[in-house]
């Protein structure tokens, strides 16, 4: 440990053990603080039937890094968009294959030019094993869920968080 630039300094592959607490319930790894980060990252647009491209007006991206969870808000909007098939989102950071097993929730702020049927509201989910966000369409008063499909221009605001495996 040492004081660089007025900042407590870790040697690499060390944190900040809380194992001490007193209350038992964690083991040495799950009670080490050994992660934490600040950056941006660059969503971008596909199809699941045809990934296809897409102009981008926005690709604002953010994420903090706390441990073994990713907190992340975006804005992305585009347009002359040629994918095909369901909307998917990616490019979210540190997301790998098997990384989120309980299907974290996507919070939807703001959804323009999205085609959704009559009477029915977007949900976002990060998939279990997959390594993007995907969208369905709820039906106002209950029953079967429908993707959202991909649009030819559109834009969404959004945040969520998601565990890294």
Do not use: C
């Not at 959704?116 to 869920?145: A, K, V």
């Amino acid at each position: 440990v040492e004081i660089g630039g007025g900042n407590l300094v870790l040697a690499s592959g060390y944190g900040i053990d809380f194992s001490a607490t007193g209350d038992s319930s964690g083991t040495t790894n799950s009670e080490l603080l050994d992660d934490y980060e600040e950056g941006t990252f660059t969503p971008t647009v596909q199809g699941t039937n045809t990934a296809g491209t897409a102009t981008y007006a926005s690709q604002v991206g953010k994420y903090t890094r706390i441990g073994d969870r990713v907190f992340w808000n975006m804005y992305i909007a585009w347009s002359s968009g040629s994918g095909a098939g369901g909307l998917h989102i990616y490019g979210l950071p540190y997301q790998t294959s098997g990384s989120n097993p309980t299907y974290p929730a996507v919070t939807i702020g703001y959804a323009h030019n999205l085609s959704l049927s009559s009477n029915h509201q977007i949900t976002g989910l990060h998939g279990s094993s997959d390594t993007y966000l995907y969208f369905y369409q709820i039906p106002s008063g209950g029953g079967s869920s429908i993707a959202v499909n991909y649009d030819a221009g559109a834009s969404m605001i959004m945040s969520g968080h998601y565990k890294v495996g």
